[in-house]
């Protein structure tokens, strides 16, 4: 249960300042590679643990869809070729694809293929991932533009509004967050 949900919130605007940073880099290290998994696989995990927690987030926030690519499966994916994208995966053809944000979360923190992307320039691009349930299906790609605004989403997000209610009949609450 997260108590006060400012010392989460602040690392992910911390998160996203610093992928924007390297969005606009020419060629990242693999120091920097290192730190766009961690701050990527804690911020998902962050942004996770703050959704599921009544009253952090609004549900504006909570009811976000967020755009992917997803790439067709061509042969069994396993922890030893896990890293050979373009042997195991259709990178050339794609299809769009909307889901939620708890969706992406648990996709991302259960990842058995990760690879953050990088562009033509050298800068950060995106991430592909796919979980341990659909790696033998498809891998998606997510750009780091829809995570940095992401992760400013929810840090930023600040809830003024809470209506909270029980039926008298069922026992039934219901929680509303603006």
Known sequence: MIWESWYWKQPLLEMAHRLAHFKASNDL???E???VERDIFIGFYSVRKLLE???KITDKTRSLSIPLRKHSNLKRVTWRNNHRLEELYDLSKGGHEVRD???V???IIHSFVFAPCQSEDGGLYGAFFSSDLDKDK???FISIDEVI???REVGNDDPCDIKWS???NTGEETLIVK
């Open 33 to 35: 590679v290192a730190q």
């Open 53 to 55: 927690a009544p009253a």
């Open 101 to 103: 944000v708890l969706f």
């Open 149 to 151: 605004s992401l992760f």
């Open 105 to 107: 979360c648990g996709r």
């Open 138 to 140: 498809h891998l998606y």
């Open 29 to 31: 290290s693999d120091e």
């Open 166 to 168: 029980r039926d008298t």
